[in-house]
């Protein structure tokens, strides 16, 4: 359903400082097309796919990045002179070597996870050490895998988990250990060493929203997410923001036990963030960053209370209810036909259950409620916020969406491109990465 621009693919790797020459062929793959890069190196160069995948990713969409690489010396011609695209459609894509070291399956599950891989990603000879979007992957690509990871061993692993372990090696063990995850925090990227950045969850808990962010910082920033108690059903959800924002300092301090500590939040998520910078500074912790996207501190008027009603608003207008029809079914039947609806409108992935549904709704009301109950304090430090381009503006809200009044540090804000989602989308997500990359890598020199 998405236009593909060959050329401006081509265009992407030729600007590519390792890359002499470059064509793009569309080849079938299943009930898909699949773009295979046949790239001719600058002398002496090595190149490596997922540096070329990773280059890419900074200014194409998913769907337009190629699933495989061909290195050769030179791109076959036709008698007149022109790139001969027949011929490249019948060459091999696993040429470019993945700059990962190729280990085979040691164990039952990682042989089960590789013959999946291969038969989503239509590739042979992937380690288990390979990652999933550096192989070809992508997010249609990841429902499906998801998909028949639970058809084959009965458990279902949450899309956040695959962003944070994309490979065999990681999924196995997490399967390994009956699925279940051990920390609030979800590491993105974790070199080891530096500052971390964490980012709090919005509205619903998970925190797989921030996956196309953690990958615009690059691996050597050290980034998590911070997943809310009861994301996962394992354990009841917290009730208030205060309670929020504690399990959310508790797995910050599990990471980084002191300041200057670095971090923020989107969407409703910022209320949290806010009130996990007040319970830091009163135990004499330093905040160097309180990043707040894209969303104020006033509590939405147009939230209702009513459970019909809530459940009918929750797409707003991409997804329209007749609330009177609606209120006649049980509320379980209420449940069914929304998922129903969203799932067809592609406003859910397709591997959502009704019982999953029902916790992520009964999960967003709780934090509604206590949101609008939540008593806002003047903060004695400074406040950065990241307001979208595409934000209505309104004359009821101020540029600085209300965060001046409350910061007696001074608000900053910055305008980036896209419009409350995507913000944290490519191509736009690129330059709130920069952003957040120059602001702390400031805040160190200071140090």
């Known amino acids: 359903g998405f236009r593909i621009e060959i050329g401006e693919v081509e265009s992407a790797l030729l600007d590519h400082p390792e890359v002499a020459e470059a064509a793009v062929v569309a080849r079938d793959a299943g009930a898909t097309k699949e773009l295979v890069a046949f790239v001719v190196p600058a002398d002496g160069v090595d190149l490596v796919a ?13 769907y337009m990045l190629p699933t495989g690489f061909v290195q050769l010396e030179a791109l076959p011609l036709t008698p007149s002179g022109k790139v001969d695209r027949k011929k490249l459609a019948k060459m091999q894509a696993d040429v470019v070597r993945t700059g990962v070291e190729y280990v085979a399956p040691r164990t039952e599950t990682e042989e089960k996870l590789q013959a999946i891989w291969q038969r989503v990603l239509e590739r042979d000879s992937i ?8 192989a070809g992957g992508h997010s249609l690509l990841a429902i499906r895998l998801l998909n028949e990871i639970e058809e084959e061993f009965g458990k279902q692993v949450p899309l956040v988990q695959l962003f944070q372990t994309p490979t065999i090696e990681g999924l196995a063990e997490y399967l390994e250990s009956d699925g279940r995850a051990t920390s609030a925090l979800v590491a993105f990227n974790d070199p080891g060493e530096g500052t971390p950045l964490f980012f709090i969850h919005p509205s619903g808990g998970s925190v ?15 980034f998590f997410g911070i997943k809310a108690q009861g994301a996962d059903g394992e354990a009841p959800f917290h009730e208030t923001i205060e309670e929020m924002a504690a399990h959310a300092v508790r797995a910050m301090r599990s990471r980084q036990a002191h300041g200057p500590y670095f971090f923020g939040s989107w969407s409703m998520g910022v209320v949290i963030a806010y009130e996990a910078a007040q319970q830091l500074v009163r135990e ?33 207008n991409r997804l329209k209810f007749n609330v009177k029809k609606l209120r006649r079914m049980p509320y379980e039947k209420q449940l069914e036909h929304v998922l129903k609806k969203a799932k067809k409108a592609r406003l859910l992935p397709p591997n ?10 009964r999960l967003l009301k709780t934090e509604m409620l206590a949101w609008k109950n939540y008593k806002f304090e003047p903060y004695p430090g400074r406040i950065v916020v990241f307001r979208s381009s595409e934000r209505p503006e309104t004359q009821d809200e101020p540029w600085d969406l209300g965060w001046g009044r409350l910061a ?12 409350h989602n995507t913000i944290l989308w490519k191509p736009n997500v ?18």
């Open 430 to 447: 690129q330059e709130l990465a920069e952003i957040l990359q120059t602001i702390v890598g400031a805040q160190r020199t200071l140090k």
């Open 208 to 222: 797989h929203w921030y996956a196309e962010l953690a990958r615009a910082l690059g691996p050597d920033q050290p």
């Open 284 to 316: 004499g912790e330093e905040v160097a960053l309180l990043a707040m996207l894209d969303q104020g501190p006033d509590f939405p008027a147009s939230v209702p209370e009513d459970d019909t009603e809530f459940l009918a608003g929750m797409f707003g």
């Open 50 to 62: 997922s540096q070329l995948r990773e280059s890419l990713a900074a200014r194409l969409p998913d």
């Open 127 to 134: 380690g288990v050490r390979d990652n999933f979007f550096d």
């Open 408 to 419: 007696q540090g001074g608000v900053e804000v910055f305008v980036v491109p896209g419009n």
């Open 352 to 361: 959502v259950r009704d019982e999953q549904f029902g916790d992520y709704v």
